[in-house]
């Protein structure tokens, strides 16, 4: 029926645009039938004949209006009866619209050019839909017809083929008793053999017959069953009593781990105080022994003696570094780090790194490569001192393995993530290395130890640094061919940064462009394209570009003359790898590895352009506003060698020391002189350096007085304890002048600047 429905709307569609059509080309023949009595009528102004033209035409069952009309659109002769009515005449219009007006030019042959006027016809559209709306009906009411015709047809046809045969099936399968469904088997439908019916009666006896076997098996294992549940039922007693035992057994298990959580968590408090009596004890003469080879060093002139107490001064240095690494794993493990969330340059801290590092790169004669990507954000939050520690870790041990070749620092920011990559083309490891380097106290292998030193903690602070920040750490190596650290951290981007970011590049620098002349056996050339290409300066061969700024790598003082003396374009740049390169005012000197103010502060005094970019590094721990003021200090010290220390520092920066050997003599000086700062230890004899700090804070007059600890205590905790205290400022055993510098000059005004 549907199907009908649809055909026989397509068929009444179809007469629809044909009588359209149709009524469109009668009206066109009537009006050319029509066109040439009326232009020799218009010729001839024949009134009377033009009337019997126009009632001739009203004499077409369509036509409702006639018209001549003039040159000058004026009605000659006009004709026109009305529109007939009726009920459908609504369906019509809709469908035809209620009236068409068709016009036609009034010419004769023998003057095209002379205008006679116009014949127009206006006809009701009603005679052409009435005959439309009449074939519709009766293709609707037939097509209708003919659909019941062949649906009753079809439904007969189906009832005889199909649905009587699964009627049958039906009725064969209702028979079929609940209790033994496996007896019965349907019969195939005669005349159904070998058709789909057949089939599906086929297909039904064969799964009876599965059920038929299943259900014997299954009577089968009940009968199994019921044999092995009595002794089923005896092996659950026997287990059950088991149980009960092993209950028992546990009970008492626990009751034995719960004493030994107890005694794990004592021994965990005994070790923390132990490594924070440790660093106190250490720190106490380390800070005594660093600050005596400071000072020896600065009033010692003889050149040998000076090496060995730098020497001495390193291995210290060395020593407080292995320090300083077991502890950090120790509050890792602890659980007791914490981690900063403030703004940093990832860049700056980077390339500061690199710098540190450079010397030791020079030494083994390896180049040391910083790649940072020039889209690298400039700012992210973290921690910058574990990060710090993360790069010099990994870059100090690339290094250290590494005899030839170079050393590659590689950063950028890809979906969210930080990546930092120090590639190396040193000894590598083997496969058994690589499982345990991140291991405490583990190297790769023995040989390692021996030949290049080392404790094997660095690797493994890394990793449990990268971890508490949520990152990964992963490494690839190969014997005789280098190895490839990869750190990922999810560093998220500071937007409001108030940090130094650099101006873009002067127009004129991009008009004069680079020539680069590097080997291609160097790995610096590559990185430095890619940040002047990122700035949109142009970087071409010496050969293509002799106007340009030439930033060439020269290993000899022969090669370095010859090079700016023959160069005759925009400037020259040395770029030095070994930093022993002069300096001259014919050329100007880029240090290597690579640094991005560095290069664009040397790109402008090359070609000549002022900036006013301040590339020196602010060295937040040494900086003060002003002169320094003279101060009087009391130093709150038992250590005699750290008192000397302490004091050959206050006195070399200008200020007045006093001493007191603990907290008592410390309240006792105050109550007798008056100081601008205290310098507090924390563990003393008598009265400590908390101790005293609560005792000064209850006095009004000293509430203001600045109190900074200086302590060997390190550990968690020990900052918070300092400021709950009452304490100002703290800093650690061993420390150093600009630190000591730095913390003074934040609690103490300097000297008013001169105007």
């Known amino acids: ?127 052409y839909g009435l005959q439309f709306l009449q074939r519709s009906s009766y293709t609707l009411v037939s097509g209708l017809f003919k659909s019941l015709v062949l649906s009753a047809a079809l439904l007969g046809i189906f009832y005889l083929v199909l649905t009587r045969p699964m009627l049958n099936v039906i009725s064969s399968l209702s028979e079929a008793r609940p209790r033994t469904p496996e007896k019965m088997r349907l019969p195939v439908p005669a005349g159904h053999t070998e058709d789909e019916i057949g089939t599906m009666v086929g297909i039904i006896n064969q799964h009876l017959e599965t059920i038929d076997s299943t259900l014997a098996q299954l009577r089968l294992a009940e009968s199994a069953m019921k044999n092995y549940s009595s002794r089923l039922e005896q092996e659950v007693e026997d287990r059950t009593r088991e149980i009960s035992e092993k209950n028992d057994a546990l009970q008492r298990g626990n009751r034995a781990l719960v004493r030994a959580k107890e005694d794990a968590v004592r021994r965990a408090r005994s070790r923390a105080n132990f490594l924070a009596s440790m660093s106190h004890e250490i720190r106490t003469p380390l800070n005594g022994v660093l600050g005596m080879l400071g000072l020896a060093l600065e009033g010692e002139a003889d050149p040998s003696q000076r090496d060995r107490l730098e020497i001495a001064l390193n291995a210290g240095e060395s020593l407080l570094g292995l320090l300083n690494d077991i502890l950090d794993i120790s509050k890792v493990e602890a659980g007791k780090l914490n981690l900063e969330n403030i703004p940093f340059s990832s860049r700056a801290l980077i390339e500061e790194c690199a710098t540190l590092h450079a010397q030791q790169a020079r030494r083994k004669n390896i180049d040391l490569v910083t790649d940072l990507d020039p889209e690298l954000p400039e700012n992210f939050l973290g921690d910058p001192t574990r990060v710090r520690q993360i790069v010099n870790n990994l870059v100090s041990n690339a290094i250290k393995f590494t005899d030839e070749g170079s050393v590659r620092i590689r950063a950028y920011h890809k979906e969210g993530i930080f990546h930092l990559d120090v590639i190396d083309t040193g000894i590598g490891m083997s496969g058994e290395g690589l499982q345990k380097i991140f291991s405490p106290f583990s190297q790769a292998d023995a040989d ?61 620098l991009q008009q004069i462009g680079v020539a680069l002349d590097f080997p291609d056996t160097s790995p610096h050339g590559q990185s430095l394209k890619r940040q002047l290409e990122a700035w949109g300066i142009p970087v ?93 200090i009391l130093l709150v010290e038992d250590n005699q060698v750290n008192q000397l220390v302490a004091s050959s520092l206050l006195k070399k920066m200008g200020h007045q020391v006093y001493h007191a050997e603990n907290g008592l003599r410390a309240i006792e000086a105050l109550q007798n002189h008056a100081y601008d700062l205290v310098l507090m230890d924390c563990q003393m004899p008598v009265m400590d350096g908390y101790a005293a700090t609560r005792k000064i804070r209850e006095n009004p007059d000293w509430r203001t007085l600045p109190i900074i600890a200086m302590t060997a205590n390190v ?41």
């Open 1 to 127: 029926m549907t199907l009908g429905l649809i055909l026989n709307i397509v068929q009444i569609t179809l007469d629809f645009f044909n009588a359209r059509e149709s009524m469109e080309e009668e009206i066109q023949a009537l009006l050319m039938i029509s066109l040439s009595p009326a232009s020799q009528i218009a010729y001839n102004i024949d009134v009377r004949l033009a009337e019997e033209l126009l009632d001739g035409l009203l004499r077409h069952p369509a036509t409702i209006d006639a018209r001549i009309l003039d040159s000058e659109k004026q009605t000659m002769a006009a004709a026109s009866k009305r529109s007939p009515d009726s009920p459908y005449r609504w369906v019509s219009d809709l469908l035809f619209g209620s009236s068409r007006a068709f016009s036609q030019e009034l010419k004769v042959p023998q003057l095209q050019n002379l205008p006679l006027g116009q014949l127009t016809v206006t006809i009701d559209t009603y005679h």
């Open 448 to 508: 390692t130890t021996r030949l290049y030193g080392g404790t094997g903690l660095g690797l493994a602070l890394c990793r449990q640094l990268v971890e508490r920040m949520h990152g990964q750490i992963a490494v690839t190596s190969e014997e005789g061919k280098g190895t490839h650290f990869t750190v990922t951290l999810p560093l998220p981007i500071h937007e409001d940064s108030g940090t130094l970011q650099l101006p873009d590049v002067a127009s004129s």
């Open 715 to 755: 550990m968690q905790g020990d900052r918070d304890d300092c400021i709950a205290a009452g304490m100002n400022d703290y800093i650690t055993k061993p420390y150093k002048r600009n630190e000591l510098r730095a913390a003074i000059n934040r609690w103490t005004r300097p000297f008013p600047q001169e105007s």
């Open 540 to 632: 071409s061969s010496p050969n293509q570009a002799p106007d340009a700024i030439l930033i060439a790598l020269a290993d000899t003082p022969s090669d370095i003359t010859g090079t700016a003396t023959r160069w005759t374009g925009a400037g020259v740049i040395i770029a030095d790898t070994t930093g022993t390169v002069p300096a001259d005012p014919a050329y100007q000197v880029l240090p290597l590895p690579l640094n991005r103010s560095n290069l664009y502060q040397t790109l402008c005094r090359a070609a000549g352009v002022m900036t006013d970019l301040d590339t020196s590094a602010i060295d937040h721990n040494d900086s003060v506003s002003g002169p320094q003021r003279p101060l009087n």
